[in-house]
């Protein structure tokens, strides 16, 4: 039985005969920026190398804020496009 649920980039691709998830791949091929939460900025411009979507962090509507950085994602194809550390506590 198939299951309805849709997860995130869950699809297999295959890549030399192997099966790998199309989040890893992109993920290797296509590293998102990480920059120090210093230089950081909601009107940085962001452009995705998958889709082309070109905005700022801002637009994206997609910026995350955990504890040890930020994230701001393609809202097109949620591919990551910057990772912005926080300082590591002394
Ligand atoms: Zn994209």
Same mark, same amino acid.
């Given at each position: 039985?198939?299951?309805?649920? !849709? ?6 691709i295959?890549?030399?005969? !192997?099966?790998?998830?199309?989040k ?36 994206? $509507? ?10 701001? $994602? ?11 550390e ?5």
């Amino acid at each position: 039985m198939k299951t309805t649920i !849709k997860t995130k980039m869950t699809q297999n691709i295959s890549l030399n005969n !192997k099966k790998i998830s199309i989040k890893d791949y992109f993920m290797s091929n296509y590293p998102a920026k990480i920059i120090k939460y210093k230089n950081y900025r909601d009107d940085l411009i962001l452009i995705c190398p998958l889709c082309n979507w070109e905005g700022t962090a801002q637009e994206s $509507e997609t910026i995350e804020n955990n504890s040890a950085c930020v994230t701001v $994602e393609c809202p097109n194809c949620e591919k990551m496009l910057l990772i912005a550390e926080f300082p590591l506590a002394n």
